[in-house]
Every structure is written in structure tokens, then in C-alpha cells.
Nanobody, 125 residues
């Protein structure tokens, strides 16, 4: 049974940093992990993705240059380092994975099979 568990959220002032973690209880055939976020009243949106061998990453334009995704396969953990946070980054952040291997990253949350419970990130002064 695959379980994803996020941690590391919290409240931070604009310009601050947070590091999110996502522990995967059991690997699927998927070759990558993805972070999404969802603010109240909005659709879940893609944030970043990384292959398990760290060879490839993908970032949403809104976070590129500020966020860094990384992974530790020995700990079955994926991280999202978030720097220079703004109030627009306020959302519940989720990690997700798919059951099967895929040729390329997907930014469509509807294509993902497993989700964590989410961790709240609030950026406010």
C-alpha cells in the first residue's frame, strides 16, 4: 500500500524559506515524483517534479528560480526547498506519484494515482 506523507509546512514572512518533505512508504513503477499546490477556491496546480535519479526536473514558471526539488532514494523522500516566498505561494502543498512509468512529466493532477494529505504553507507579514 502506497502512502505519501508530507511535512515541513508552516507560516513564514514574505522573503522567507521553507523546506517540505514527502516520504513515500513504497515505490510504484513511476519514475518520478511531483509537487502540486492548491489555494482556496482554485484548482490544484503543478509546482515541480523530479525523476528518482535526479536526472530531470521540471518547474512551474511561477516558482522557477525560487524553488528547488530534490530526492533521496535511500530514504524514499522527496524535498521541496522554497525560497523567497511570497503571499501568492500560500496554499496546501501536496506530493503525488503515479502507478506506472511515464515517458515524460505530467502537469495534470488528474493523471496521478497517489497523494499525500497535504501540508499548509502560509506566507504573510
Amino acid at each position: 500500500h502506497v502512502q505519501l506523507t508530507e511535512s515541513g509546512g508552516g507560516m513564514v514572512q514574505p522573503g522567507g524559506s521553507l523546506r517540505l518533505s514527502c516520504v513515500v512508504s513504497a515505490q510504484t513503477d513511476s519514475n518520478y515524483m511531483t509537487w502540486f499546490r492548491q489555494a482556496p477556491g482554485t484548482e490544484r496546480e503543478f509546482v515541480a517534479a523530479i525523476t528518482w535519479n535526479s536526472a530531470l526536473t521540471d518547474y512551474a514558471d511561477a516558482v522557477n528560480g525560487r524553488f528547488t526539488v530534490s530526492e533521496d532514494p535511500y530514504r524514499n523522500t522527496v524535498y521541496l526547498q522554497m525560497n523567497d516566498l511570497t503571499p501568492e505561494d500560500t496554499a496546501v502543498y501536496y506530493c503525488a506519484t503515479r502507478q506506472s512509468w511515464a515517458m515524460k512529466f505530467s502537469r495534470d493532477y488528474r493523471e496521478y494515482d497517489y497523494w499525500g494529505q497535504g501540508t499548509q504553507v502560509t506566507v504573510a507579514s
